[in-house]
């Protein structure tokens, strides 16, 4: 799957992409404030916390609705969900603003802009790998004690890996089970990873929680085969059990929902 992994810490591909883009972009306006001007590491400064916080307010613009009833998400910033033409936007202001205040500096601003840009779209394509991975023959014992197998049974699946001692798949899951319960077309699996069936049992009792379907998966098979560097994972697979798509970390409601719309576009569901 598309994740970058260092010792005990793991990133989505895409968000180190960003991360990645950030340091560099701040990186290289340090430098230039120390040998041109000391105003653009404080342009630089401020420019990146305007860029993150357009980035999310454009993300919450666009799912105003979601955000309506659980408005304290919007600083849930540790779920994802940030706007890449927010950011745009609002590192343009920021352009603006340096050009306003010191026109022979926007050229050394934009410099490091597009060092950063450069960082993230080199260090996305290096990450990323479009390897389609086939489903796996195993079957697992599901939580009911039956056999089933993951995917591939003729309709697209969103199969997520987390484990009881995980925090943002404690966090994470009692969205995913709700979405899971009104989601149709789509299946959901469960695959917690390493854990005895008592372990899972109490917990999801203690919750009250009752995901549509919970495997177990004590050899992290599953966790290998999509070589999952961290938990909680979440993989979007074609109704033939093909990985099209992953998340790596925490998933926002508004990102899942977006990746279920555009799985079943991609299996030609229509609502």
């Known amino acids: 799957m598309n994740a970058v992994s260092f010792g005990p810490f793991a990133f989505d591909a895409e968000?180190?992409?960003?991360?990645?883009?950030?340091?560099v972009f701040l990186a290289v306006a340090a430098v230039l404030a120390h040998r041109v001007d000391d105003r653009l590491g404080r342009w630089s400064s401020w420019t990146t916390l305007a860029g993150l916080a357009a980035a999310r307010l454009g993300h919450v613009l666009q799912h105003l609705d979601s955000f309506a009833s659980e408005s304290w998400r919007v600083l849930a910033v540790w779920q994802g969900g940030f706007s890449w033409s927010g950011g745009v936007a609002g590192m343009a202001l920021m352009m603006v603003v340096l050009f306003l205040n010191s026109r022979k500096l926007v050229a050394w601003g934009a410099a490091s802009v597009a060092a950063g840009v450069l960082a993230a779209t080199a260090t996305a394509a290096f990450t990323y790998s479009s390897t389609q991975i086939p489903p796996m023959a195993s079957t697992f014992r599901a939580l009911t004690g039956t056999q089933s197998t993951v995917g591939g049974k003729g309709h697209p699946t969103v199969l997520n890996l987390w484990a009881t001692?995980?925090?943002?798949c404690r966090r994470e899951m009692p969205m995913m089970a709700e979405l899971a319960a009104r989601t149709s077309d789509v299946g959901f699996v469960f695959a917690n990873q390493g854990e005895q069936s008592a372990t899972v049992a109490d917990y999801l009792r203690n919750e009250n929680l009752e995901p549509s379907e919970v495997v177990l998966d004590p050899?992290?098979?599953l966790s290998r085969h999509y070589s999952a560097v961290g938990l909680p994972a979440t993989l979007f697979l074609a109704a033939d059990g093909t990985l099209i798509g992953s998340h790596l970390g925490?998933?926002?409601?508004?990102?899942?929902?977006?990746?279920i719309q555009e799985l079943k576009t991609q299996e030609g569901i229509s609502e």
């Open 250 to 259: 925490e998933i926002s409601r508004e990102a899942l929902a977006q990746k």
């Open 219 to 221: 050899q992290l098979l």
């Open 165 to 168: 001692w995980c925090p943002p």
């Open 15 to 23: 968000r180190f992409a960003a991360i990645v883009g950030m340091i």
